[in-house]
Nanobody, 115 residues
């Protein structure tokens, strides 16, 4: 069974940075697209950024210009570098394949940005 494990979240002041990691255990990783999502308190999950197998990336909304998604296929890991963090970035961050989602989501990693 494939498992997704997110890490790297924490409490940071506005303007700070964090680097999130998502490691996939089991299955084939290199040919799959991956994405970061976030779920703010009391809100629905939303797409933040995605990266396909050849490295092309897409960003949604306020992530443009502040976040960078990348991947290391040898480590079966996708990263999200988040800079210039804002209080509205506070959310539970999760990863999955946006085109062919894994059945089970990981626990996510909590990011809290204080003003």
């Amino acid at each position: 069974q494939v498992q997704l494990a997110e890490s790297g979240g924490g409490l940071v002041q506005a303007g700070g940075s964090l680097r999130l990691s998502c490691t996939v255990s089991g299955g084939i990783f290199s040919t799959r697209a991956m994405a970061w999502y976030r779920q703010p308190p009391g809100k629905q999950r939303e797409l933040v950024a995605s990266i396909v197998s050849d490295g092309r990336t897409k960003y949604v909304g306020s992530a443009k210009g502040r976040f960078t998604i990348s991947r290391d296929n040898d480590k079966k890991t996708v990263y999200l570098q988040m800079n210039s963090l804002l209080p509205e970035d506070t959310a539970l961050y999760l990863c999955n394949d946006p085109m062919d989602p894994y059945d089970h989501w990981g626990q996510g990693t909590q990011v809290t940005v204080s003003s």
